[in-house]
């Protein structure tokens, strides 16, 4: 009977241990919060823009354990780069990624990454935005509601046309699409251009029509959204080293516990450095040549002779405000 008893007692005692596991004092333990972040980007899955984003997230789950994570959503689900970037900066929207130009609405300082030949050439641009140049930048962002938590890379531009561009000289008079931004806008302006700013969606048909000539684009861009098909040519020159930073919503930044900031910006910033190199690396073997099979030219064409052009029209005189920046960036080695 005494065996019985204490058999008993033991099973009520197990009983009991399992019923309170997950509690301390007989209060039920919190599980950790998770969290769920969306992430705009307006390019389609596969583009570089998404491959950052997807190392974004595969990251920031290992280093949280799973407690935070990225919703992506591409191909512009949620706006424009101008829609995204306004949320983000409301705090209606956790992430986007954007063009550095789009940041000049915001302030004009940051005209001055966009302008062209202001690099020399990634190695300079990454060593500028991953310094104390990037910081002070990131503080002007942060005054507009916006956090820059990494830049990921946007492209080296080339003018991209229906007819060959060979020589600033052959820009005169044609119809160029530019970014809404006063960087680029003045750059068609100086070559002689009709400039025609319009939203990135409706460059293709504006092609296909004969709408405009040219724009200035990423090679990635060109081969994923198939502007190959309607406009032949490219022109090697690189007037412009473009950044693509990942926005974040400095009012949900500030409302997260330190241990998910801080597993944010590492993460960010390490996904950044891959998607750098991974684009550098899938640009010359496998986006140039799919752009040659699908019948694009490649123009060989003097990089100082832009350069020149540009110069001598005058473009850098309604930027000089930022000449202290120009200056600071020329001195980064």
Not at 59 to 66: D, E, H, N, S
Not at 127 to 133: I, N, P, Q, R, W
Request: proline residues 4%; aromatic residues 12%; neutral net charge.
């Amino acid at each position: 009977m005494k065996r019985f008893l204490r058999e008993v007692a033991l099973f009520a005692v197990v009983t009991m241990v399992f019923a309170l596991m997950g509690t301390v004092g007989g209060v039920a333990l919190a599980k950790p919060k998770t969290y769920v972040f969306r992430l705009a980007i307006e390019m389609p899955v596969g583009h570089p823009y998404w491959l950052g984003a997807s190392k974004f997230n595969e990251l920031l789950q290992a280093k949280t354990g799973g407690r935070a994570k990225i919703e992506i959503y591409p191909s512009g689900q949620l706006g424009t780069q101008k829609d995204t970037a306004e949320a983000v900066a409301m705090g209606a929207l956790d992430f986007a990624m954007t063009m550095t130009s789009i940041l000049e609405r915001y302030d004009s300082r940051f005209e001055v990454v966009s302008l062209p030949f202001v690099f020399r050439d990634w190695d300079h641009c990454f060593k500028t935005v991953d310094g104390a140049f990037g910081e002070k930048m990131n503080s002007w962002a942060e005054a507009k509601g916006i956090k820059i938590v990494s830049y990921f890379l946007n492209g080296d531009l080339h003018v991209t046309s229906r007819i060959p561009i060979s020589t600033p000289a052959d820009m005169k008079g044609i119809k160029l699409r530019v970014q809404q931004a006063a960087t680029m806008i003045e750059f068609g302006k100086a070559l002689g251009c009709v400039v025609s700013p319009m939203p990135y969606g409706e460059i293709y048909t504006a092609l296909q029509l004969g709408t405009i000539d040219a724009e200035v684009q990423n090679i990635a861009n060109v081969l994923f959204d198939k502007h190959y098909e309607v406009a032949k040519y490219i022109n090697e020159s690189t007037p412009f080293f473009y950044l693509e930073p990942l926005l974040m919503s400095k009012a949900v930044y500030d409302s997260l516990p330190g241990d998910i900031q801080a597993a944010v910006i590492e993460c960010a910033r390490e996904a950044a450095r891959w998607q750098r190199s991974e684009y550098l690396r899938k640009r010359d073997q496998e986006y140039i040549p799919e752009l040659k099979k699908h019948g694009v030219k490649f123009l060989s064409s003097d990089q100082e002779m832009w350069r020149k052009a540009i110069e001598a029209a005058g473009y850098y005189k309604a930027f000089q405000k930022h000449q202290a920046l120009i200056d600071e960036i020329s001195k980064i080695k």
